[in-house]
C-alpha cells in the first residue's frame, strides 16, 4: 500500500532538574574523551547531560553517582562517555540521579537510581535495586515518540498524541511529596499533544491546537492560568495561542510564538519573565525586546532564546559578565552565532550549533559542560569534540552540506527559494535549514530534498513546511533514492521498487499507460533498482545485474539504444552491462559500469559527453581515459568524478572554472581537479562543484556570484578548489 508524503514537525523541551553538590570528578574510563560524534539533540540537567550523536548513540557526562550516566559504573565524567548497549535513540532525557531515552520502535530505556520508581519498574525491594547503571527497558509504555522527564518523574509523548507519566509526581496530577505510579499512566488532556516539557516541580505540553496546557505545582504562578492554585489535572494556559514551541523551569514557563515572539509566565525574581520587572505573573506576558525566537529553554533564574540568525539571546540572572545589553536586558550569548538548538535545567544551559559542536554554560560542579575541567562558566564553553560533514552536494547555484549534526546547512544562489526560511538573499556563508532534522542524505533534483528516517522524503521551496514536487512515501519501506523530472518524480524504495507519480504524456510512469497519476504507481518489469536518473521526461534505472531499463520520451533517441520510439514501460537498453550507477544532468546521461570506466551518451555541444570530441551521440561510449572511478555526479553541462585515489577529475563546460583545473577552457576529456588527493564524494551544481575531502572538510569550485563556493566572498568564480567555511 502507498500513501502521499507527509510531513511532520515535532517540537520537544525535553529538560531535567537535579541537586546541586560541590564534588566534581574527572575520571577518563572507557568510552570517555574527546572523541565525542556530532550530536543530533541535548538534555541537560544541573548535574549531568545527555546528546544523541549522529549515529543514534548516546553519550553523558557529568554526576554518575547513581549510574545515571549509562556506563555501567558510579564513576563521575568530565567528559562525555558512551551509554552502554542503546542504539537508534530517538529522542533523550534527563532527571534528578536518572536518565532515560526512547528508541526507534517506540520503547523507552531508563537507568540511575530508582528509589522512587523512575524506571517504570515498580519500587525497589532493595538497596542494590536503587540504581541502574545500564539501559533497562520501561514495561508498558509503546509506540513512543519523544520523551521529558523532570526531577521525580518521566512522560512520553506516544505518535497518537498521548501522554503518559510515571514515578513521583506523575501526569494524573498526584502532587510534590505523595507518592505516584509505578508504571507509565495516561494523562488526561483536552486534546492530543505535539511536545512536552517537565520540570521539577510541573510538566506542560503544546497542544495539536497550539495552546498549551500545564500541571502540578503553581506557587508562582507557572501553570499560567490566572491562579495560584495546585492543579492535579491539566490546565489550559490562559489567553495563549499560536504556540510553536515550550520551555520551562521549576517555577517558570515560556513559550514561542508563531510570529517569532516569546510570552512567559510564572516566577520572575530574576527577571526570568523578560518584560522588565521583577514581579511574578499567572498569566503570559510579553517578553521585550525578543521577535525572532525559534525555541526557547530556562535555567533557574535565566531564559534563553534562540533566534533566526542562530544566536541565543538570554535574560534574567548570571549574564556573561562585560556584554552590553541587546535591548530591555536581553544578552546575546557570546560565541554562538549558529545554534539550533537549546536545552537548559536548574544550573545549565547547553545550546546544539549547526556545525556538530555543543556549548554550555553554568554550573559545572560534575563536569555537567563537558569540557573535562570543574568550573562553571556564565559564558559558553565547547563540549570537547563534535565537528564534522557526513555529506555535501552541490544543487543549482547553492550548495548544501549535511552535518554531523544532523542538521543541513546551505549557501549560495536562493533563486528558487532553496533555503526554506527567511535567510538573507545569496548567503555566502553556511546557514542552517530549518525543520530537516537527521536526514539519512540529501538531493537536488529541482529541489532540495531529505530522505529522512523512517518511510518518507521532504522537499522543499519556499519554506520547509512547503511539500513540494511529487515526492512519495511507501508505507512498507523507506525511500532509497528520488529523482524529479519535468511534472513527475520516481523514487526507488528500500525494497528496490521503482514507484512514480505525475504527468505521464509520454509513458514516464512506467505503468504501461499515457494517463497521469496523483498517486505513486509501481513500475512494472523492473526489480531490484540500484541506480535512477531521469532526463526530462525519459527515466532510467540500473538493476542489480548491471543492465540498464528506459521509458518515456524517445523521440530522440534518449533510451541509448538506437531508436527512437517512446515506450511507456521499461526497455531494456543493449549494450549497457555491469551499470552500477547512472547520472543525467538534463542534457545527457552517464552510467559509471563496475570497474571504475564511465559511459556518457546525449547532447554534447560543451564536450559533457567526454569523447574526445563535442558531437552528440546516442549511443553509449567510453569516456577518454578514465578509470577506477568509485563515484560521480553531474547537473549541468560537465561531469566530475572521483577516482579511488582520492582526486577528481571534470569535464565538459569551463566557462565559469567548473573543471576546477586552472583555467576557463571547455574540455572535452576528463582534466584534474587541482589540490585535491583525498576526495571522499563530489557534486555537482549548474556552474559549480564541491567535494568532501577525508577529513570531512569541503572544497567548491566555479562561478561564485551567489555565494556558491562558501568562502565568504563573492566574485566571478574560480577555477581552482577553494576550502567552505562550514562553521560560521
Not at 167 to 183: C, D, F, I, P, Q
Not at 323 to 336: D, L, N, R
Not at 506 to 532: E, H, I, K
Not at 579 to 605: E, F, M, P, Q, R
Amino acid at each position: 500500500m502507498l500513501r502521499s508524503l507527509v510531513l511532520l514537525v515535532l517540537t520537544s523541551g525535553l529538560t531535567g532538574c537535579g541537586a546541586r553538590d560541590s564534588i566534581s570528578s574527572s575520571s577518563s574510563g572507557a568510552g570517555s574523551g574527546s572523541d565525542t560524534k556530532a550530536v543530533n539533540s541535548i538534555s541537560v540537567n544541573s548535574s549531568h547531560a545527555c546528546v544523541i550523536t549522529s549515529g543514534r548513540t548516546v553519550k553523558c557526562w557529568g554526576k554518575n553517582e547513581s549510574g545515571e550516566l549509562g556506563d555501567g559504573t558510579r564513576s563521575n565524567r568530565a567528559s562525555p562517555v558512551d551509554v552502554v548497549g542503546l542504539s537508534a535513540a530517538t529522542s533523550v532525557a534527563v532527571g534528578q540521579d536518572f536518565s532515560c531515552a526512547s528508541v526507534e520502535g517506540g520503547q523507552v530505556y531508563c537507568w540511575g537510581r530508582d528509589i522512587i520508581s523512575l524506571l517504570g519498574h515498580g519500587m525497589p525491594e532493595t538497596l542494590e535495586q536503587e540504581w541502574i547503571g545500564y539501559p533497562s527497558v520501561v514495561s508498558g509504555i509503546d509506540g513512543v515518540q519523544t520523551i521529558g522527564a523532570n526531577g521525580n518523574a518521566v512522560c512520553a509523548l506516544r505518535h497518537d498524541g498521548s501522554v503518559w507519566c510515571w514515578g513521583r509526581y506523575k501526569g494524573t496530577g498526584v502532587l510534590v511529596g505523595s507518592w505516584g505510579s509505578e508504571t507509565p499512566e495516561r494523562v488526561s488532556l483536552p486534546q492530543p499533544a505535539l511536545a512536552l516539557a517537565a520540570q521539577l516541580v510541573h510538566i506542560c505540553t503544546l497542544l495539536r491546537d497550539r495552546t498549551v496546557a500545564c500541571w502540578g505545582s503553581n506557587s508562582n504562578g507557572q501553570l499560567g492560568n490566572g491562579t495560584r492554585n495546585d492543579s492535579s489535572d491539566p490546565v489550559v494556559v490562559s489567553g495563549l495561542t499560536d504556540v510553536t514551541a515550550i520551555g520551562v523551569d521549576n517555577v517558570t514557563s515560556c513559550a514561542v510564538l508563531g510570529d517569532d515572539r516569546v510570552k512567559c509566565w510564572g516566577g520572575n525574581s530574576q527577571g526570568q519573565l523578560g518584560d522588565g520587572t521583577t514581579q511574578d505573573s499567572s498569566v503570559p506576558v510579553t517578553v521585550l525586546g525578543v521577535t525572532e525566537a525559534q525555541s526557547i529553554a530556562l535555567r533557574f533564574g535565566q531564559s534563553c532564546a534562540v533566534l533566526r540568525s542562530g544566536k541565543v539571546q538570554c535574560w534574567g540572572s548570571d549574564l556573561p559578565p562585560n556584554y552590553a545589553s541587546v535591548s530591555h536586558g536581553q544578552v546575546e550569548m557570546p560565541g554562538i552565532a549558529s545554534a539550533v538548538a537549546i536545552g537548559a535545567s536548574d544550573g545549565t544551559a547547553c545550546a546544539l550549533l549547526s556545525d556538530g559542536d555543543a556549548r554550555c554554560w553554568g554550573s559545572n560542579d560534575y563536569g555537567s559542560l563537558g569540557t573535562g575541567v570543574p568550573p562553571g562558566h556564565d559564558s559558553p564553553v565547547t563540549v570537547v569534540g563534535l565537528p564534522g560533514v557526513n555529506q555535501v552536494i552541490a544543487a543549482g547555484d547553492t550548495s548544501c552540506a549535511l552535518v554531523q549534526d544532523g542538521s543541513v546547512r546551505c549557501w549560495g544562489g536562493q533563486g528558487y527559494g532553496l533555503f526554506g526560511n527567511d535567510t538573507p538573499v545569496n548567503p555566502d556563508t553556511p546557514i542552517g535549514i530549518p525543520n530537516v532534522i537527521a536526514p539519512r542524505e540529501i538531493y537536488f533534483e529541482g529541489f532540495l530534498c531529505a530522505l529522512m528516517p523512517g518511510d518518507s522524503s521532504l522537499c522543499w521551496h519556499d519554506d520547509t513546511t512547503s511539500v513540494i514536487g511529487l515526492t512519495v512515501a511507501i508505507s512498507e519501506t523507506p525511500i532509497a533514492r528520488l529523482a524529479f523530472g519535468f511534472y513527475y518524480s520516481c523514487v526507488v524504495g528500500e525494497d528496490s521498487n521503482v514507484y512514480c507519480q505525475g504527468a505521464n504524456q509520454y509513458g514516464q510512469l512506467g505503468d504501461g499507460t499515457t494517463t497521469d497519476s496523483s498517486s505513486p504507481l509501481r513500475v512494472s518489469g523492473v526489480s531490484q533498482v540500484v541506480a535512477l536518473a531521469i532526463l526530462t521526461t525519459t527515466t532510467f534505472v540500473a538493476t542489480a545485474d548491471g543492465s540498464v531499463y528506459a521509458w518515456g520520451f524517445n523521440l530522440n533517441g534518449e533510451f541509448g539504444n538506437g531508436t527512437h520510439d517512446s515506450a511507456a514501460i521499461p526497455v531494456k537498453i543493449a549494450g549497457l552491462t555491469n551499470v552500477i550507477d547512472l547520472v543525467s544532468n538534463g542534457y545527457s546521461v552517464c552510467a559509471l559500469i563496475k570497474g571504475g570506466t564511465v559511459k556518457c551518451w546525449g547532447s554534447n555541444s560543451k564536450g559533457e559527453l567526454g569523447i574526445g570530441s563535442t558531437e552528440n551521440t546516442m549511443t553509449p561510449t567510453s569516456v577518454h581515459g578514465l578509470d577506477q572511478v568509485q563515484s560521480f555526479s553531474s547537473r549541468g553541462p560537465f561531469v566530475c568524478a572521483v577516482r579511488t585515489d582520492g582526486t577528481v577529475w571534470c569535464w565538459g563546460t569551463n566557462e565559469n572554472g567548473e573543471l576546477g583545473n586552472g583555467s576557463y577552457e571547455n574540455s572535452s576529456v576528463p582534466t584534474l581537479v587541482l589540490g585535491i588527493s583525498s576526495a571522499r564524494a563530489v557534486s555537482t551544481g549548474f556552474r559549480h562543484a564541491c567535494a568532501l575531502l577525508q577529513d570531512n572538510s569541503v572544497r567548491c569550485w566555479g562561478i561564485n556570484t551567489n555565494g556558491q563556493l562558501g568562502n565568504g566572498a563573492r566574485s566571478s568564480g574560480s577555477s581552482s578548489p577553494v576550502p567552505v567555511n562550514i562553521v560560521h
